[in-house]
């Protein structure tokens, strides 16, 4: 039975969207559970309650034991070739198309926003499109990547330089190398969306800040509570690939 959508919810999020001069999304997992991506926080299904990320997803993680990295992460690689955009994602990327979204600022790294036709992006964690030689600088992409790990003995992906390729995100423990756009085009936000996440990693989840500090608005749209919710002016715990359609609809008959 399809969810029922707060119709009050979806015209309040509209007339904000409509009334904003420079909105700006924030997305996280939440968005792409719709593909059937798992989130990480998500009481009883999300991955980090099933492995403990600094164990297996942290810079020295990977860098002592690539074997253990790969293990864990090989199945993540795997799944983006048989996902597709979701409703959500093709919302977001409808709205940008309307010219109401300016800026998208996402922490995930499956590249369905790009699927779906989202054009200006930030990706503060980086992508799992490409693998980098931590040694040479080489870059691949996710398929050969593949392809090395399957062939490789150890199931490593080793460069010709006798480097290691890593998947080109931001692993626990890096700085992020997109941190300063995303803080500038928060600055620049009347509004602020975040989309699907629990706003719990650092220092992502201080962008909405940003947009407050200077007069901004903020809407939330996430199942979990977060620890800005107090400072929304609407805060929605519906399912996303339902809910914002509705606020495209919606904004077609304004």
Known sequence: MKNIIDNEKVHR???????????????????STGSGIADFRTPGKGIWEKVDPFKVTSITA????????????????????????????????????????KCLITQNIDNLHQRAGSKKIIEVHGTLREAVCRKCGKMISSEVLLKKIETSEEKVPYCKCGGVFKPNVVL??????????????????????????????????????????????????????????????????????????????ALKTK
């Open 62 to 101: 990977f860098e002592e034991n690539p074997q253990r990295f790969y293990h864990f992460y090989r199945p993540r690689i795997e799944i983006l070739s048989r996902v597709s955009p979701n409703p959500a994602h093709k919302a977001i990327a409808r709205l940008e198309e309307m010219g109401y979204i």
């Open 172 to 249: 626990f423990g890096e700085m992020l190398p997109n941190l300063d756009p995303a803080i500038f085009e928060s600055m620049r936000a009347d509004l602020m969306l975040t989309i699907g996440s629990s706003l719990q990693v650092s220092p992502v989840n201080m962008l909405p800040q940003y947009c407050l500090d200077r007069g901004g608005k903020l809407i939330i749209i996430n199942f979990m509570s977060t620890h800005l919710d107090y400072l929304a002016g609407v805060v929605i715990k519906e399912d996303v690939c339902n809910f914002l359609p509705a606020v495209v609809e």
């Open 13 to 31: 999020v509209a007339e904000l969207i409509k009334e904003s001069k420079y909105t700006v999304v924030l997305t996280g997992a939440g968005v």
